[in-house]
């Protein structure tokens, strides 16, 4: 009846946008919906010329196309040729004047942001027990590196107990030694992601004392959490990524950091030795015991010198009393004894030169070579003899 009805090849519904992808090959898929229903929705990439706005989660639009059942999905499909925007959504509107307030609040601001660690033992996650999202998140984990422990909170993260439930989720692991948390789920529709956007949730996020990771739905979905969240992952296999360093890639960087703190060690060492070095030898320039040494070896040459010195003055007056005593041995009356004179005193010792100096009868002494001759004077004349 779609087919063959004139009136019904051209429709025009209106709907608030969710799940909306803007597909690599240009196609845009998304779903439209109201209380009452939803329906699938695509505008292929020839028919977007027409589209003068980037569509977004909660818009409230008109679309206008043909409908026709989709074989594989055994549905109704809405093939979209123009859209035009019709006032904003409900659940958007609801987001945007809690942003706003929150934001007022300085839950955004980035000196509330806490540092995520650059190594972690151990990792918290609060997400549902099933699905993509845990299952991405230990497999990367594993891989990236096995020794890091992961405590995993099991919570509800779609409909209406959702929001207590991640509350509770957060308080529970900001209670052990958990040294970051990742808080998230898979991809879904503005409805599916809800949860997210609670008030409570997110005042869980700011008060939380450990350092937290959103990472809620696909790159494109961006919620509260991800605005109050210490950093935003498009991806829970990204936040993984993001959390747990690689083991092979930090023993490399150890083994990097050894050896250049052992370059620069040897560096050191040597700038060391040769500034011990230099300053051995001032130290030896300027050294007391050198100057020492130095006195030392001249007190040394200068005894070697007065020695010599002593040597020579002593040659010298050695030579000089030769001399003498040779010049002595010529007038010595000793040697004059030897060549047959004598030498005559009185009895008190005087030598006599004269005959005017004695007289008869006194006792005279007559020195000769070999001994004295003691002897009496007779007569005092020339001609007169000894006894």
Avoid at 286 to 311: E, F, G, H
Avoid at 341 to 353: A, L, Q, W
Wanted: hydrophobic share 35%; proline share 4%.
């Amino acid at each position: 009846m779609f087919n063959q009805d004139f009136l019904l090849r051209k429709l025009t519904v209106k709907g608030e946008v969710s799940n909306c992808k803007y597909h690599s090959s240009g196609h845009i898929y998304f779903t439209l919906k109201d209380p009452s229903g939803t329906l699938n929705c695509v505008m292929f990439r020839g028919n977007r010329n027409g589209l003068k706005f980037q569509m977004t989660e909660g818009q409230q639009v008109q679309v206008t196309g043909s409908c026709d059942v989709y074989v594989k999905g055994g549905s109704y499909q809405l093939y979209a040729t123009n859209i035009e925007p019709d006032g904003t959504g409900q659940l958007y509107e609801k987001y945007e004047q809690l942003k706003k307030k929150l934001e007022e609040l300085g839950m955004f601001s980035p000196e509330y942001k806490q540092e995520i660690p650059k190594y972690i033992r151990t990792l918290g996650v609060v997400t549902a027990p099933t699905g993509a999202a845990v299952r991405d998140i230990i497999s990367i984990t594993r891989r990236r590196n096995p020794y890091v422990q992961i405590i995993l909170y099991p919570a509800i993260v779609q409909g209406v107990d959702a929001p207590a439930s991640i509350v509770r989720g957060l308080q529970v692991l900001a209670s052990t030694d958990v040294d970051v948390i990742i808080v998230g789920r898979g991809g879904g529709s503005i409805e599916d992601l809800w949860a997210f956007n609670d008030e409570s949730v997110a005042q869980a996020i700011f008060d939380c004392p450990i350092p937290i990771i959103s990472a809620v739905g696909h790159e494109t979905d961006t919620t509260i959490a991800d605005y109050v969240a210490d950093l935003r992952a498009p991806t829970p296999s990204a936040a993984a990524e993001l959390a747990v360093y690689e083991y092979q890639r930090f023993m490399s960087d150890i083994e990097d950091y050894r050896n250049i703190l052992y370059g620069q060690l040897d560096a050191t060492l040597s700038s060391y030795k040769h500034e011990l070095k230099v300053r051995q030898g001032m130290l030896r320039a300027y050294s007391p015991w050198a100057r020492i040494r130095d006195r030392r070896m001249r007190q040394a040459d200068y005894v070697d010198t007065l020695n010599l010195l002593w040597k020579q003055q002593l040659l010298k007056k050695k030579n000089m009393l030769d001399i003498r005593i040779e010049k002595m041995k010529g007038l010595s009356p000793l040697d004059k004894l030897k060549s047959g004179f004598s030498y005559v005193e009185d009895e008190n010792g005087n030598n006599i030169k004269s005959v005017s100096q004695t007289a008869p009868g006194k006792d005279i002494k007559v020195k000769v070579t070999d001994g004295t001759i003691y002897a009496k004077t007779i007569s005092t004349d020339t001609h007169s003899m000894f006894s």
